[in-house]
């Protein structure tokens, strides 16, 4: 008994020396945000500092459980399963701290006048996140929305990755695994003809150029590009390019070149490039295919 009324008397105590100081504890574990995973039906990135165009990822149709990364230039197939993990995560976003009445001089301090990715969740809440810069011992990283400024969170830095994902972390590794859903290819050769190719009643040497695309996988990347950079990765004279029209009218422009002993496929989103490595018994056969087809 005497132990227990020495534990009360000392919380007393405890309590009333935070109280006399005004330090606010916030507890940990809680969210940033509130918002279900399930409800998340579009996220856009804009990376603010550099001006780059919006980068939007949202289900190819309103009932698909497929994704897609979309820019005004091109659509790309997203990863569904890093996609959950990235819904997941932002509706789960648990702070260590949080500063609710942060002046217009700290929102500077902190990164979050000019936040270096905003990312913007079309839910029932419509929220924006803004991504500030790490804090001075660079253990967190400053977050606040767009919808309550002067609420200003702080979240460990392990997490900024996932925030900070880019482009390519997001796409789906099997590059043409979707032709199985339809549309139609032209692979322009240099000083060669056209390829024209469907997903339907091809021949078979036609048939081998699908399959080989299908079967093209990349593990690495270099990016983001400018459109000079990837002169970089042989894009100056490009081995073979190809567009692919899908079933909706939408159309991506894909061009590869075996350079430095790699190969590579680059990819336009936005204003950035993506050169993306190729894993390389794959491309050795779609090489093989693409040289050796006869109209």
Not at 207 to 217: N, P
Request: glycine share 4%.
């Amino acid at each position: 008994m005497k132990n227990i009324k020495t534990l009360i008397l000392f919380l007393a105590i405890f309590g009333l020396i935070f109280t006399f100081l005004n330090i606010k504890i916030t507890p940990a574990q809680k969210s940033v945000l509130n918002c279900q995973s399930q409800d998340i039906n579009k996220i856009v990135f804009k990376e603010t500092l550099n001006d780059t165009d919006e980068i939007i990822l949202e289900p190819y149709s309103p009932k698909s459980q497929t994704w897609l990364l979309r820019s005004e230039n091109s659509r790309l197939f997203a990863d569904t399963e890093v996609v959950e993990k990235l819904r997941s995560l932002l509706c789960h976003l648990n702070f260590v701290e949080n500063f609710e009445k942060s002046t217009p001089e700290q929102l500077k301090d902190f990164g979050l006048t000019s936040p270096r990715r905003t990312i913007e969740l079309n839910d029932s809440t419509n929220t924006t996140l803004h991504i500030g810069s790490d804090t001075p011992s660079t253990t967190e990283f400053y977050v606040n929305t767009l919808q309550n400024p002067e609420n200003v969170f702080l979240v460990t830095n392990s997490l900024l990755p996932h925030l900070m994902v880019r482009i390519p972390d997001l796409m789906e590794r099997h590059l043409f695994d979707r032709l199985k859903d339809g549309g139609t290819l032209v692979i322009h050769r240099e000083g060669q003809a056209d390829i024209h190719l469907t997903t339907k009643e091809n021949t078979k040497s036609q048939d081998e150029i699908i399959s080989a695309l299908r079967a093209q996988l990349f593990n690495n990347y270099q990016g983001p590009l400018t459109q000079e950079k990837t002169l970089d990765y042989g894009m100056s004279l490009p081995d073979f390019t190809i567009e692919w029209t899908r079933p909706d009218g939408s159309q991506t422009t894909y061009r590869f070149s075996f350079f430095g002993e790699k190969y590579y496929l680059c990819i336009q989103l936005g204003n950035s490039y993506y050169a993306l490595i190729l894993e390389p018994s794959a491309a050795i056969e779609l090489w093989k295919r693409v040289n050796e087809f006869q109209n």
